[in-house]
């Protein structure tokens, strides 16, 4: 082969043809070898395939030396090795003889040129965990995400506008295109534009025609990917830029998910041990009940404990030892240090907690059921005393407020004498009842002997009904008493208030006279009339002092009714039942009568005006009721968990777990779920060795090696971390190998809340090669895998 076509080898002044692809409506405009019969020596095919694969000769390679000669086996020949050169670098040519070439087939030509576009410009193209023409698309989706007017959704129509081509270029360009002067409205502009800046700026040939794209209701998608696949290569440098971002942000996405799950990890162990501090205090409460059904309930609350309370707790401490669990491993798997909680709240302390929760819950069911059983045996005869109680108490209920009353102060003789003959009957059911408080204090004297629980109300009840039988008898004969008293009172009153009324009756009648007689007006016509008058009215006033003496007699006789009543506390109820003439009626006629001279009565009489009283109200009560309107609280909203860019590529799949798990119990003849350090001893290692495994595997010189512990053992041994070397050699790329990071460059290169997180942690730079503003991103490094303080 010819040096002069192949441009990796010799002649960098030529400039590579750009393949066309089977359907593409594009032409070379500079082509040097056409896919045609003239030319067809084989030597266009390495020179296609020099151009488009990364995996080309390199510079100084020797290549078949071709033959000589114009004849058809001369280039049969020459393109055979061509061939054999191009399958020996890995494309696979399917159904493309040599033949076919020499003799200008040009879809045969075609589909080789394609494949071997797509083999070495499309298919090593890999973006995260895409690759080919999947990872191309979502390398050109996220480059031009943030630009106005571009979704990039394939390689066909999503191109039309030559938007995308702009802002492939201004992502990793800006200074070549200014992309705020470009309009959607101009698809042949921006276009051409993209061309001729790739083309002069990005050593990009034109391969496309920006009529033909516009022109076209749909372009050619092989054309189009053939073409954004230059842009790719041509940007690798910048790829690994993107790299170094993205191992950044997958080991600051370890980073944030580990310090939720160690916060999450303290709320839940402080919320677990609070509930498990308030919740002994409870069942350590062994006072009894006094009753049965108090008993029960307390059991029946017991079992709703069992039920509904701890089931969730139960489950919270399950999980926190899968989460504590969990984060240990992510954190030796990430190469950090081992998660230490705060004082009291490890996981053997909640174990320790849970434990003596378990014990009190024990001691607590126990005593619940001892207590039941003790209360049934007793229950029956507490019940017969509690009936015989309840009638006894039922039968005297407001007797002592009966027999207290003092009715007979305001009774009449006969009302007396009718209470006298009911309180007779009450006197014999009284008696009558004597049994029943003998029964009720043998079955009291009977539960104190079996060593009743409540003996002490039982005998206060007991106690109780003795000392009212008691003091029923008591009051009983009080009243009878009283009873036969105030009948005898009364008999005395009512003897002295027939007397009343017959003295009354007379005096009163002498005493109207003498009124109308002193009232009476008279018409008188002489001296003589009149000295007649006053002569009557002298022999009038003659007879005063004898009347006097009868109207203190008749008075004597109701005040002696008045100190009898007064005495003994009888109420009178101020009627006579002989007699409707008072004593205030006689008073007030002998003071008319006895009237000499007329008296002047005092005619003025004080008089008080009183205000009315009206209370005052004041605004402040109203404003006090609105000042303690209560207020809201507001709850935070946590943060939302960043979305991880990349699969954690160093967890274990289950082929790998089932392989442990048949390794380990291969070892574990026992089934313990654990091995002894002599039997793990048995893989041949040296003694040196032995010691470093033992320290990974029993740290706490346990002698056993758990399921778990053998395999962070494996995983160690043959996960592949991230270190913090690592991080510093990503950061050192995106910081252009400086010894500090700016603030600009961060948020450049990372997304946001990774951005803001770095610049959040990181130190200030220090050196003196660094601007005003530098962070310094190697202790930073240092601190996310515990070698310093973050």
Avoid at 75 to 102: M, P, Q, Y
Wanted: charged share 25%; net charge negative.
């Amino acid at each position: 082969l010819s040096h002069s076509f192949h441009p990796l080898l010799t002649c960098s002044a030529l400039t590579p043809p750009t393949p066309l692809s089977v359907v593409s409506h594009l032409r070379w405009s500079t082509h040097i070898c056409s896919c045609n019969a003239v030319d067809t020596d084989g030597l266009s095919v390495v020179f296609v395939f020099s151009h488009f694969s990364n995996s080309a000769p390199t510079l100084g390679e020797r290549l078949p030396k071709p033959d000589k000669g114009k004849m058809r086996f001369h280039k049969i020949a020459n393109v055979n090795k061509a061939l054999d050169f191009i399958c020996s670098k890995g494309v696979k040519l399917v159904s493309i003889g040599a033949e076919e070439i020499v003799d200008g087939n040009v879809k045969m030509t075609l589909g080789m040129i394609w494949t071997i576009i797509l083999r070495f410009a499309i298919q090593d193209i890999s973006v995260e965990e895409t690759s080919a023409k999947e990872g191309l698309l979502l390398w050109c989706q996220r480059k031009t995400a943030p630009y106005r007017n571009v979704n990039v959704q394939n390689f066909h129509i999503s191109w039309k506008d030559g938007l995308a081509l702009c802002a492939l270029i201004h992502r990793h360009r800006p200074d070549l295109i200014d992309y705020s002067k470009l309009r959607k409205d101009d698809p042949i502009g921006n276009l051409n534009t993209a061309f001729e800046v790739a083309e002069k700026f990005l050593d990009i040939p034109k391969m496309l025609d920006a009529e033909d794209i516009v022109n076209t209701p749909k372009p050619d998608e092989k054309a189009i990917m053939t073409y954004v696949s230059c842009f790719y290569h041509a940007f690798a440098g910048a790829e690994q830029a993107e790299t170094a971002a993205n191992r950044i942000c997958k080991v600051l996405a370890v980073n944030q998910e580990n310090e939720k799950l160690m916060e999450e990890y303290e709320k839940l162990a402080s919320e677990l041990l609070e509930w498990i501090r308030r919740t002994i205090p409870w069942l350590e409460n062994r006072v009894s009940e006094q009753t049965m059904r108090a008993m029960q309930q307390k059991l029946e609350d017991f079992r709703d404990y069992r039920r509904v309370h701890k089931p969730p707790r139960v489950q919270e401490k399950c999980q926190l030892e899968i989460n504590f669990n969990t984060l240990q491993t992510k954190l030796r798997l990430s190469n950090r240090p081992a998660f230490m909680p705060s004082e009291g709240k490890m996981v053997s302390d909640i174990a320790n907690a849970w434990k003596g929760l378990e014990q009190v819950e024990k001691g607590y069911e126990e005593w619940l059921l001892t207590e039941i059983r003790r209360l049934e045996r007793v229950d029956h005869l507490a019940e017969k005393f509690k009936q015989k109680c309840s009638m006894h108490e039922a039968w005297t209920a407001g007797k002592e407020d009966l027999l207290s009353q003092k009715d007979y102060e305001t009774a009449s003789l006969m009302e007396i004498r009718a209470l006298m003959r009911k309180h007779e009957a009450f006197e014999s059911d009284l008696a009558a009842h004597q049994d029943r408080v003998e029964q009720i204090a043998a079955i009291a004297q009977e539960l104190n002997e079996l060593d009743y629980h409540d003996a002490a109300s039982v005998n206060a009840r007991c106690q109780g009904i003795c000392d009212q039988w008691d003091n029923l008898g008591t009051l009983t004969q009080k009243r009878r008493d009283a009873l036969e008293r105030v009948e005898k009172l009364w008999e005395t009153i009512d003897q002295l208030y027939l007397e009343f009324a017959k003295r009354a009756a007379p005096f009163n009648n002498w005493m109207d006279g003498a009124m109308e007689d002193l009232q009476d007006m008279f018409i008188v016509h002489s001296i003589e009339e009149i000295q007649s008058l006053i002569t009557a009215h002298d022999q009038f006033k003659a007879t005063l002092p004898e009347a006097d003496k009868e109207r203190v007699a008749t008075l004597g006789i109701h005040n002696e009714i008045l100190k009898i009543a007064q005495t003994y506390g009888i109420k009178l109820s101020g009627i006579n039942p002989y007699t409707t003439i008072t004593s205030q009626d006689i008073t007030t006629k002998w003071d008319t009568v006895d009237s000499r001279p007329m008296r002047d009565h005092q005619l003025s009489q004080e008089s008080l005006i009183f205000d009315n009283k009206h209370t005052n109200y004041s605004m402040e009560h109203i404003r006090v009721g609105w000042e303690q309107l209560l207020t809201t609280i507001a709850r935070t909203i946590n943060e939302v968990e960043n979305q991880i860019l990349t699969r954690d590529a160093k967890g274990i799949s289950q082929e790998q777990l089932n392989e442990f798990r048949a390794s380990f119990n291969h070892f574990d003849r026992n089934m313990n779920p654990t091995l002894t350090t002599s039997v793990f001893c048995r893989r041949g290692t040296g003694e040196v060795e032995f010691a470093r495994i033992m320290t990974l595997v029993d740290a706490n010189n346990t002698g056993v090696v758990t399921f778990q512990a053998f395999i962070d053992f494996m995983t160690r041994e043959t996960a592949e971390t991230d270190t913090a070397e690592q991080v510093m050699a990503s950061f050192r790329i995106l910081a252009s190998d400086k010894n500090y990071i700016t603030v600009d460059e961060l948020r450049r290169e990372l997304p946001p809340e990774q951005a803001e997180y770095c610049i959040s942690r990181m130190t200030r730079y220090i050196g003196a090669d660094g601007p005003s503003g530098a962070l310094d991103y190697i202790s930073f490094s240092s601190a996310l895998y515990g070698e310093s303080d973050l």
